[in-house]
Every structure is written in C-alpha cells, then in structure tokens.
C-alpha cells in the first residue's frame, strides 16, 4: 500500500529541491532537530494545514485537497545572509516552477502555487540563523476511500 498523498508530496517536493546549488544535498523532511552548522545552509520541507472539501454528498465522495507545504531555508547569520536566502528563494522557486512535470510532481498534484514568503533573523539563539520560510499550496483530488491515490 502506498503512502498517504500528503506524504507522497512531501517527499516528491524534498527530491525535487535535492541537489540545489546553494543547499545541496541539506534537505530535510519534518526536522524538528538542530541542525548542524556543516549542514548550513539547508532547507526543511513539511506539510501542514490540509483543506478539504467533499465534491459530492455520496458516499465514498472525491475530496478536493489543498494542502499547505512549507520549505524552510536556514542559513547562518552572517554579513551575506540575506543574500544567502534571497539566492535560495529563487532556487526554490524556479525548481518549482521549471516544468509542467516539477509544478504538478509528475501529476501527483494539480498545481503548487506559492503563496508566502516570510523572513526571519535570530541572532539570539545559540548559533545565529537567517530563516526564510516559503508557503506554498498544492491541490489535489482523491477518492474519500482512497487517500493514497491522487486522482
């Protein structure tokens, strides 16, 4: 049996983002651990918030999903941070959006779409970090029976 779609996407969205000139090979699905300075800078994928809505009153309906990613890049705070996260922003971005294929994860999903960018610095921490949190929404379709089945 496959995997829920939300995760099918999470980790469509993390190989995706693999092998990025700033980030490399530093990509990570739900850390909630540190992350090692040698690792830096690096970016988190999750999944959070999922809206669904029922097409039909049938049972078994088909679901519309739109489900919630964020990819976090962490960056050590330092003079070129925001250039740091600004450069992997546009990494991101345009790994995203580089093919019909990247934007639908090979037709796992419909479309993702950015719809946030937030940026945040914390030199208070222990190590100083710059964080850029990118929010992005992919919808999809499945069966109400069958969630590890995009449709």
């Known amino acids: ?19 990025l000139a700033t980030t490399g090979n530093n990509v990570f699905q739900s850390n909630l651990l540190p992350i090692e300075n040698n690792k830096l800078p690096a970016l988190i994928v999750k999944t959070t918030t999922e809206n669904i809505d029922a097409l039909s009153v049938n049972f078994d309906p088909i ?3 739109s489900l919630e990613i964020l990819v976090s ?3 050590k705070a330092n003079t070129d941070i925001d250039d740091v996260l600004d450069g992997s922003i546009k ?6 959006n580089a093919s019909i294929e990247a934007n639908t994860l090979n037709g796992l999903v419909k479309e993702i779409v950015l719809t946030d960018i937030d940026i945040e610095m914390n030199a208070t921490s222990e190590k100083p970090i710059g964080q850029a949190l990118l929010t992005f929404k ?13 449709i």
Do not use: W
């Not at 995997?3 to 099918?8: D, K, L, P, S």
């Not at 990494?91 to 995203?96: D, N």
């Open 1 to 19: 049996m496959a995997n829920h779609v939300r995760q099918q996407v999470r980790e469509a969205v993390a190989d995706l983002l693999t092998g």
């Open 63 to 65: 679901l519309e999903r």
């Open 73 to 75: 890049i962490v960056a």
């Open 91 to 96: 990494e991101v971005e345009q790994a995203l």
């Open 138 to 150: 992919a919808s999809y379709y499945t069966q109400a029976s069958v969630p590890d089945v995009s």
